[in-house]
């Protein structure tokens, strides 16, 4: 079985929760419309956004209080509210028992044969997104992001051992240097895996699409000069022609553009 397991802001910490709720919604129809029905998706957050679909209890929401997670303000203390929720999401993947999980940022979006091509390759150390594409928010096209760099990024075979089981070192933000795999920054699962002997293979398809521009995803370019700037900036480094319906619109889920 694949886990998604999905870390979610705070409608307080949101610069636009309308926004945020609209692609957090996009993202969970993504990783819920598979080819293969065995999945579970886990979100860890403090508000649970009006969805838009419906869904089963594959769908798992763990909701945090304040008093557990204070309301962040600083861009660090963001991170530090993504890594709590992540290591949230750890302990309850522990709980289950472990198995392969992909961490999948909020407004990002994964391919539907993800849980199917899993399921088909058990026993595996895990798989890394290759290559993707990236979207801007308010385009309507994509395109090929040769490298693919995102935090939907890695598959990882869990045990229960490589998995928290108290909320010790919970309060940081997501770095190389916590023990744990699932708490490192995503740019440094892959060397680490292979570090430990436990190489994770690339997928054989182009898996998840990396959004940008949505003014409160981490890579944080609001609609500003500097955020149109940084998007013709990245379009431009991938000299590939736009990609705009067919096959990725059922693919991703998508039924917005």
């Known amino acids: 079985m694949l886990y998604f397991v999905i870390p979610l802001m705070s ?12 692609l ?19 979100v860890a957050c403090h508000d649970i956004p009006k969805l838009t679909k419906k869904y089963d209890g594959r769908v798992e929401f763990i909701q945090v209080t304040e008093a557990e997670a204070p ?30 999980a992909m961490m999948v940022d909020a407004d990002d979006l994964v391919s539907c044969h993800l849980a199917e091509f899993i399921n088909r390759n058990p026993n595996q150390n895990g798989f890394y997104v290759k290559t993707g594409y990236v979207y801007f928010v308010g385009d ?24 928290p089981s108290d909320y010790t ?21 892959v060397p680490f895996c292979a570090k430990m002997g436990r190489p994770l293979k690339p997928l ?14 981490h890579s944080l370019y609001g609609k500003t000069t500097k955020y149109q700037t940084r998007r013709r900036e990245i379009m ?22």
């Not at 861009?75 to 949230?88: C, F, N, R, S, W």
């Open 236 to 257: 431009e480094m991938f000299k590939r022609k736009r990609i705009i319906k067919g096959k990725l619109k059922k693919e991703f889920s998508i039924d917005w553009l």
């Open 169 to 189: 070192g919970a309060r940081t933000s997501n770095n190389d240097k916590n023990i744990w795999i699932i708490r490192k920054r995503h740019g440094g699962i």
């Open 140 to 163: 309507n096209y994509m395109k090929v992001m040769p490298k693919f760099s995102s935090g939907s990024a890695c598959i990882v075979n869990y045990s229960v051992e490589d998995l």
């Open 204 to 217: 054989p398809f182009k898996g998840a699409v990396y959004v940008l521009g949505s003014g409160d995803n």
């Open 24 to 42: 957090f919604n996009r993202t969970l129809w993504s990783c819920y419309n598979q080819t293969d029905p065995d999945f579970r998706i886990i």
């Open 71 to 100: 309301i962040p303000n600083t861009q660090e203390e963001k991170m530090v509210d993504k890594g709590y929720k992540t290591h949230i999401l750890a302990m309850r993947l522990r709980e289950l028992g472990g198995g392969y």
């Open 11 to 22: 409608k307080k910490a949101a610069n636009d929760w309308n926004m945020v709720s609209e």
